[in-house]
């Protein structure tokens, strides 16, 4: 459903009845921000409940909403903090129906009015004017050429992106001035651009990033509900490279007690597939991100497991869920440190991290917004 209205914001709690069919999220916590909470009327929520009801009466289909963002500027600066190695971001989406239960994106929707939970998977804010945007920006004397990181919050190539080519589109624009552009997905839809991203590494300007946070292709389907499976993530590693596209490999989240002991694995696997680079991310549980995990988990994996799963996150941060102030690959705790052991040795073994050249900028050409044809 495209072009719906902000103002009403009624439908927030219109939850199926049982497990959404495909959504990570089993719940719809209420948004940090507000301190009341509008519910809409119990016949909407019958009729609702009716056109939503499956044939087993235990999993409901929650169809995605899509709302036009109109927002003035879509190249944003980026807080400098210590651990995020890059300065500005575009993105063409916000939200995300990969799904992701551990997403430390799904807090950023409750900006918005929506709620982290089932919200977050469902109910998306697109930008459509995000290309003409990026080519004024682009034009403007005042932008250095710095490399631009699409998908910071949400993955430009989930799967609303097949039908909207937003993310596209941008990429045809960075691509026409040479700008340096990098991108984070755990999609194969990637390839489909395949064509663009290939150009950009003829001017060393582009470079594509891989999430992978397990092998397992049922974890992977409980944890990232709407992801390209494991195997396609190393499939389109060996696309790209094949291609001349610089790849890395990002292990996000390595959730202790769970998927840790996979480490070693994937660096094989993902090296054997192409990639250059690696970096690792300890799952991370800021606000009611907390609340949509340990739900998953009590649904997701066996009791016990469980128990070991969040004892294993608090030792890792101090004895909470999550600490701000603790950086996301680095800790003082024995957990953490054996994580960095473990990665830095087999990085080693297989040969990542051994090539990491930055992304240029010397082909940069501002475009001509003035309507004018250029003769040189």
């Not at 929506?114 to 459509?128: H, N, R």
């Not at 195997?231 to 790849?247: D, E, F, H, N, Y």
């Not at 292990?251 to 192409?274: N, Q, S, W, Y």
Request: proline fraction near 6%; include cysteine.
């Amino acid at each position: 459903m495209f072009g719906m209205s902000l103002e009403d914001h009624s439908y927030r709690d219109a939850l199926p009845k049982g497990l959404a069919h495909r959504r990570a999220a089993g719940l719809n916590p209420g948004n940090r921000f507000e301190a009341v909470r509008l519910h809409i009327l119990g016949e909407e929520l019958d009729r609702q409940w009716i056109e939503q009801q499956r044939d087993d009466g235990v999993l409901q289909r929650v169809e995605r909403q899509v709302f036009f963002d109109q927002t003035k500027r879509i190249i944003n600066r980026v807080s400098k903090t210590a651990d995020v190695p890059f300065d500005w971001t575009l993105n063409p989406y916000r939200g995300c129906e990969h799904g992701c239960i551990y997403c430390y994106a799904r807090p950023y929707h409750e900006y918005l009015g929506f709620s982290c939970g089932l919200d977050f998977e469902t109910k998306l804010m697109a930008k459509p004017d995000a290309p003409k945007l990026l080519r004024k920006e682009l034009a403007a004397p005042s932008w250095r050429p710095e490399p631009i990181v699409m998908s910071a919050i949400t993955d430009i190539y989930q799967p609303i992106e097949h039908k909207m080519r937003i993310a596209r589109r941008c990429l045809e624009v960075m691509v026409a001035c040479g700008q340096p552009v990098a991108t984070l997905t755990k999609s194969s839809l990637v390839l489909r651009d395949i064509d663009l991203w290939a150009r950009l590494a003829e001017m060393n300007a582009g470079h594509v990033a891989i999430t992978l946070v397990t092998l397992d292709p049922d974890l992977s389907r409980k944890l990232e509900p709407r992801a390209s499976a494991p195997s396609g993530r190393l499939l389109t590693i060996r696309k790209l490279t094949a291609a001349g596209i610089p790849v890395s490999v990002t292990i996000a989240p390595i959730i202790p007690g769970l998927t840790d002991v996979e480490l070693p694995r994937i660096l094989e696997a993902v090296a054997e597939a192409g990639a250059r680079r690696a970096a690792w991310v300890l799952l991370r549980l800021p606000y009611q991100v907390k609340d949509l995990f340990l739900d998953w988990l009590k649904r997701s994996v066996h009791p016990s497991r469980a128990k070991k799963v969040e004892s294993l996150l608090r030792q890792a941060s101090g004895g909470k869920l999550y600490d701000a102030s603790r950086s996301r690959r680095h800790g003082r705790e024995p957990i953490v440190r054996q994580l960095a052991q473990t990665f830095d040795v087999f990085t080693r073994k297989y040969g990542l991290n051994r090539d990491i050249r930055p992304l240029s900028t010397a082909h940069f050409r501002r475009p001509d917004t003035s309507g004018q044809m250029q003769l040189f």
